[in-house]
């Protein structure tokens, strides 16, 4: 029975009418219901990186850039200048409990995050119930590269692939820091609009970093 024959049929006595009928509008209800569900999905999520965003600061980082910002993906990179030789720096690195901002974890406090540097360590929080595994870990070379997968954050919660690449490079006793962050996948609305807040959180976080090497607190 085509729409056509649905939206005509005023016989109420014909069972093949009545239910065509029925599951017609069980069908629309559903669609907008799915939009609903979505928007606020795109609502909320959007909304959290953005004020995450809105309280970072980016001033110890020599330079901050989204590269490539598209609805399949974005990418965003950052430098800095370490007053410290790279072994230094790779210590604290591999170390994020002492320096990641406590307001980006799950469980309110960084001293449940943890990283293995090696391929296939996680980088993961303690959580009171269990635990969270944000991101794996796919290259390690001391002192030189650390390279993982996974989404931070909100992205954990969407269909994206993501890698995270720190690169460390050593001249005269100082260390320049590059973060690369690559996303790629699916989010209501595109990707695109996430880059900026993304890279704000990201450039927070190399800050302190940066200060945790040089002065020893974040």
Not at 138 to 153: E, F, Q, V
Not at 156 to 170: G, N, R, S
Request: glycine share 12%; with cysteine.
């Amino acid at each position: 029975m085509t729409l056509q024959e649905i939206r005509h049929d005023g016989d109420t006595s014909n069972p093949r009418a009545a239910e065509a009928r029925r599951v017609f509008g069980a069908q629309r209800r559903g669609l907008v219901l799915q939009q609903t569900i979505n928007r606020g999905y795109q609502h909320r999520m959007y909304r959290r990186l953005i004020g995450l965003a809105l309280i970072s600061s980016t001033a110890s980082i020599a330079r901050a850039e989204v590269a490539d910002a598209a609805a399949g993906g974005f990418s965003v990179k950052l430098t800095a200048a370490v007053a410290a030789p790279a072994a230094k720096a790779w210590a604290a690195l591999i170390d994020p409990g002492a320096w990641w901002d406590k307001s980006h974890t799950w469980s309110g406090d960084a001293a449940n995050l943890s990283l293995e540097a090696r391929p296939g360590g996680c980088f993961c929080e303690k959580l009171s119930g269990g635990g969270a595994h944000h991101m794996t870990v796919i290259y390690a070379d001391a002192g030189k590269l650390l390279r993982m997968t996974g989404g931070l954050g909100p992205l954990q919660d969407m269909p994206v692939a993501a890698v995270m690449t720190f690169k460390l490079t050593e001249a005269s006793g100082k260390t320049a820091v590059e973060l690369s962050y690559k996303v790629g996948g699916y989010a209501p609305g595109g990707l695109a609009g996430l880059a900026r807040p993304v890279d704000g959180v990201l450039g927070e976080q190399l800050a302190r970093f940066k200060r945790k090497v040089e002065t020893g607190k974040p």
